[in-house]
């Protein structure tokens, strides 16, 4: 078992650059979430994904985050333009089954804007 | 919608002490209450879960327990040893299609 992949493990770049993050779920997981965490909020649900259809979005703060999964075994949250006040960690996790189902966490990129 | 609160935020013990973690929810409906924990710049793992149908559950040093009644449950780690030092989450989901929502997190120290 691979575990949740993601990728880029660090990012930092300057403000108004686009950003990617990708997210490998784990095989067999029909549901996947992206979430981001910070001190002063803690972790956030920004979107949640079950068989590549998102289900709940109402985490995503604006119109310049988007997130997609064109297929069972891949998903991208993107940030354009980004700002400073996007810096925190971006986790992504799956599950079996739903957000009442164990969730499977990656190891998170940590994403920096200067 | 969820209201998940979670408290203390912070706790110290002494090494081999026990450790209480205690959550409250708002929604009656909610079925599915996981712990996880997350050490310094690691990604949140979880630990232990419990549904609704159960009232404690059991996992080596540690147990979870739920009174649906009162609308809380705690997590309670025992003999408790440095490596249990980190953030611990609650979270709670009433169904498949509502998402967890976590409570601010527990940042427990074990002193050895």
């Known amino acids: 078992d691979a575990g949740v992949i993601q990728s880029p493990r660090h990012e930092v770049t300057e403000m108004g650059q686009e950003v990617t993050l990708r997210c490998k779920p784990i095989?067999?997981?029909?549901?996947l979430f992206w979430y981001r965490q910070t001190m002063m909020r803690g972790l956030e649900l920004l979107i949640y994904?079950?068989?590549?259809?998102?289900?709940?979005d109402s985490g995503m703060p604006e119109d310049r985050f988007s997130a997609k999964m064109p297929n069972a075994s891949f998903s991208t949250l993107k940030i354009q333009p980004s700002e400073p006040r996007d810096s925190a960690v971006y986790f992504c996790?799956?599950?079996?089954?739903?957000?009442?189902?164990?969730?499977?966490f990656g190891d998170g990129t940590r994403l920096s804007i200067l | 919608g969820e209201n998940v609160e979670q408290h203390p935020s912070t706790l110290s013990v002494q090494e081999g002490d026990s450790a209480v973690i205690k959550c409250t929810y708002s929604d009656s409906a909610s079925n599915y209450f996981p712990w996880y924990k997350q050490e310094l710049g690691k990604r949140p793992q979880l630990i232990i879960d419990?549904?609704?149908?159960?009232g404690e559950k059991k996992d080596q040093r540690i147990a979870v327990t739920l009174n649906k009644t009162a609308k809380h449950f705690s997590l309670h780690i025992t003999e408790t040893q440095p490596e249990d030092s980190a953030v611990y989450f609650c979270a709670a989901s009433d169904s498949g299609n509502t998402p967890l929502v976590f409570g601010k997190g527990t940042r427990l120290s074990v002193i050895a």
């Open positions: 419990i549904r609704s149908n159960v």
């Open positions: 996790a799956s599950s079996e089954g739903g957000a009442n189902q164990p969730q499977h």
């Open positions: 095989s067999g997981h029909n549901s």
């Open positions: 994904f079950n068989n590549n259809v998102p289900i709940d």
